[in-house]
């Protein structure tokens, strides 16, 4: 049975879970695919907000810390960050961003008033890291700004400046100021966000309100020489398909580059109660967190649906600029801070996650994972001068090959994992090609317990070798710390083998496997 393409894996597993398909060899099929259909590497994006250890004692270090660092920016994190090739940097916010006054945050540091972080504990903000702090990380990094700009409590006039001090290269004030803090030179920052989660946080506005508020502010969010803006519209939360019919029906298409989404996964589903552990979590969290995670392709397809009746050449981009594992915080640490740790199980998550953006790539083109340091499901957690890498981090490693491949569509049924009286896909995959024609294929095994064995047809493809990198541990809860740092960490793949010209993979239970076919 054929799938339409870019549902291939998931509705493959739909079939299976009709089906009920036994433990046999699954028959995978690698497609050539169009050669202009692009997985965009800012799918692989990440976030940085004023929240918890995120920017202070994490990106931006204590005045006393004896780590890396250039002016304050820890290096040890931007080494790191590098090695995984961040496309996109979200700052400032999140909910921050709708309180934050960037003018606060440029000139010198001593003058800069203080302000404080309602949304995220209170804290006093002492805006020491703002803008040109922000660019000059960004530019550490070699990746692109995305800022946030505050609508919810913001003025229209407030950010224009913001982009005039920031694009514009012509002698007004604006421009007088950015020059006179230091940087001569436009900063040239395209990606705009006109507010962030405006039905919420962002000022609990009705879509039908924020689609108007939206027009106004884009209407001023204006394009200097050689900066074109991509202007982002503020999207839905979840499901809510009624926010993104509102938008696309509402907003010209001219007047946005994309519309976002945020769709968080909590183990036990639940925002009112506990959402579940980050660490210590039985098989009952483990599979509810999967199920969770799944429903990103449903949500997805759900948006993408919508944007089509209005779009149909898919010009606006999806952007699902905040994802990610959200549990209850680490016992002990401030419940403002969102501190949680983050284990094999959050990698899996991560994997699939991932899988289901490029096989959605006509659409999703950027996703931001919430958030880079210290906060939600990050890549890397600090304590004083120390710094580890978590499971997440090493999924991005892994998966950095698909950044700007030409996607290849897979076909397979996959087996099902089963818990109590549920079931989902257990195997879930993408594929793609990279601009030297190496063959990449990453493959999540959701299973806990039983290996699955694979047979791939790869017609159209030339190839002579096979290598891979995997991702597992011992148990499904297993995490990284700052006394064994590797107990999740990445080693050299021997389960793939080229028969006759297929591929056969042993995928072991619980694991992230990229592999490579030249
Ligand atoms: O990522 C944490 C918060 O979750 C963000 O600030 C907000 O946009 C979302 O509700």
Redesign the pocket.
Known sequence: MKFPTHFAAFAAASLALSTGATAQTVQMTVQAGDPKLQISKHIYGH?A?H?GRCIYGGFWADKDSKAPQQGRIRMDIVEALKKIKVPNLRWP????ADTYHWHDGVGPTAQRPKMLNL?WGNTLEDNSFGTHEFLELCNLLGTEPYLAANVGSGTVQEMSNWMEYLNSNEDTPMVLERRANGHPEPYKVSWWGIG??SW??GGNMTAEYYTDVYKRYATFAHNYPGTPLKRIVSGANGDDAHWTETCMKNIPLNQMWGLTL?Q?TLPTGSWSGSKGKATGFGEDQYFSTLRNCLKMDAVVSKHAAIMDKYDKDKKVALLVD?WGVWTDVEPGTNPGF?YQQNSLRDALVAGTTLNIFNNHCDRVRGANL??AVN??QAVILTEKDKMLLTPTYHVFDLYQVHQDAQYLPLQFSSPDYAFGNEKIPALNASASKDAKGAVHISLVNLDPTKALTLETALPGVTWKTVTGRVLTSAKINDYNTFEKPNTVALAAFNGAKKRGDKLAVTLPPKSVVVLELK
């Open positions: 976030f907000e929240l916010g999140g909910c921050f949304w962030n989660e919420g946080c945020h968080y905040e969102l919430a958030q906060v939600l």
